[in-house]
T-cell receptor
Framework: QKEVEQNSGPLSVPEGAIASLNCTYS??????FFWYRQYSGKSPELIMF????GDKEDGRFTAQLNKASQYVSLLIRDSQPSDSATYLC????????????FGAGTRLFVKA | DAGVTQSPTHLIKTRGQQVTLRCSPK?????VSWYQQALGQGPQFIFQ???????QRGNFPDRFSGHQFPNYSSELNVNALLLGDSALYLC????????????FGPGTRLLVL
């Protein structure tokens, strides 16, 4: 089992729809969870982070965390063609320093 | 507010050569992590530096080494380059105690021929 797993996609949604991206993780001790967006040829850009169970909203983005089930998701409302990118789930591990484990990413394609 | 910067942006080397990549963290950040990202994959953690010491290391051979300077900037060195080292090398900075929130630089794209 991979430490952080994501569906590689591509996930295709029409413009204006809700895109739902999922991520599962193996370490029950994980406390922080991050979502990054990466456009082709560019570096990852932090878009959301969540620490507590439940939902966290920021504009069109909502992160959802369920520690009991060990999954974290990202919802993008009113999807736009500019949201077309790879979305990376990231989970830090360790003490006295940390290493962040990334999923392989889910490619999202928003059709105009 | 200056973000994370990396140099060079692109680099071409041949097998067996050595390379040094550089990173300056975001203002106010004191921790630097390095990642390797192959095409179509997520970033793979190489190591992390804080207070000029390597604090965590991923599953990379000793050919990969690093350094952090008193001004928090960092270098990644790779010796005896292999074709498989061709990748995007990313530097991410964070501030100790802020929940491991990392911000990435633009990356250095290394091609080994």
């Amino acid at each position: 089992q991979k430490e952080v797993e994501q569906n590689s996609g591509p996930l295709s949604v029409p413009e204006g729809a809700i895109a739902s991206l999922n991520c599962t993780y193996s370490d029950r001790g994980s406390q922080s969870f991050f979502w990054y967006r990466q456009y082709s040829g560019k570096s990852p850009e932090l878009i959301m982070f969540i620490y507590s169970n439940g939902d966290k909203e920021d504009g069109r983005f909502t992160a959802q965390l369920n520690k009991a089930s060990q999954y974290v998701s990202l919802l993008i409302r009113d999807s736009q063609p500019s949201d077309s990118a790879t979305y990376l789930c990231a989970v830090p591990r360790g003490t006295g320093g940390f290493k962040t484990i990334f999923g392989a990413g889910t490619r999202l394609f928003v059709k105009a | 507010d200056a973000g994370v910067t990396q140099s060079p942006t692109h680099l071409i080397k041949t097998r067996g050569q050595q390379v040094t990549l550089r990173c300056s963290p975001k203002s106010g950040h004191d921790t630097v992590s390095w990642y390797q990202q192959a095409l179509g994959q997520g970033p793979q953690f190489i190591f992390q530096y804080y207070e000029e010491e390597e604090r965590q290391r991923g599953n990379f051979p000793d050919r990969f080494s690093g350094h952090q300077f008193p001004n928090y900037s960092s270098e990644l060195n790779v010796n005896a380059l292999l074709l498989g080292d061709s990748a995007l090398y990313l530097c991410a900075s964070s501030r100790r105690g802020l929940r491991e929130t990392q911000y990435f630089g633009p990356g250095t794209r290394l091609l080994v021929l």
